[in-house]
């Protein structure tokens, strides 16, 4: 109802009411729009606010979880896995726990209902165009899965890179003065460096593959309204 009356256009112009009743509920039109942007902040401000609160207290139970985790190993496990290289990864691995938990996580629900929302509404006032738009939508899933594949297997080999390199910072800074004695420091810098480029070669594939996921995302919907316009303009011909 809202949107029937913003304006229908005639010959004599474009006619935009000054008030909108919902039910007993009458005000200006320019207040209706006031108090849904309120609304929507004051809805905004909590929902961040409690995902925040959440992802701290779960951020915590994981790193506890993990210390845990490490302490009830046997002997055999230190023989597979660096120790050095232990707070590193926790260190990286929880960087992108803490990103996923964030509210991004929750702007995934706001978004699919905005999708859900903006198709009824497509298919109600116009399926045609509705269908020219939904034959663009693959350019959407063709971004989101390069960003996924980028971050599932980009995100690994930066972790390993920056992993090795913490272990053999916190390995020669133990015995500072053995590498001293025996003129070590440009061998470690060498081995320091070569395990910062890894991770600085991967970091730089993962953040190509992201950057050309997001452009193909949030081009998309130029596409898809461009598309929209055109067919639908041809329909008024």
């Known amino acids: 109802a809202l949107l029937d009356s913003l304006g229908s256009t005639s010959a004599t112009g474009v006619h ?8 007993s509920w009458e005000m200006p039109l320019w207040l209706w729009f006031v108090c849904l942007g309120l609304g929507q902040w004051m809805l905004c401000t909590v929902y961040n606010g409690l995902t925040d609160t959440a992802k701290e207290r779960m951020i915590v139970r994981y790193k506890l979880a993990y210390v845990k985790a490490i302490l009830r190993q046997d002997i055999g496990w230190y023989d597979t896995n660096n120790p050095l290289q232990l707070s590193t990864r926790i260190g990286e691995g929880l960087k992108t726990i803490e990103e996923a938990l964030s509210p991004k996580a929750v702007i995934l629900f706001e978004w699919l ?10 298919f109600t006032y116009e399926w045609r165009v509705a269908l020219v738009i939904l034959a663009c939508s693959p350019l959407v899933l063709l971004g989101g ?3 996924g594949y980028a971050q599932l297997n980009g995100q690994k080999s930066v972790v390993d890179g920056y992993a090795e390199a913490g272990a053999i910072a916190t390995e020669v800074l133990g015995a500072v003065r053995t590498v001293a004695s025996l003129g070590l420091e440009t061998l470690s ?4 460096d070569a395990a910062l480029h890894k991770a600085q070669r991967a970091g730089i594939k993962v953040s190509l593959l992201v950057g050309l996921g997001m452009a193909i995302l949030f081009s998309s919907p130029n596409v898809m309204m ?9 329909l008024l011909k």
């Open 16 to 23: 935009v009411p000054e008030t909108f009743s919902l039910g």
């Open 113 to 122: 209902a905005m999708a859900v929302t903006g198709w009824v509404l497509c």
């Open 145 to 147: 899965a390069l960003m």
């Open 189 to 192: 810098k060498s081995r320091y």
């Open 226 to 234: 461009g598309a929209g316009l055109m067919y639908g303009t041809s």
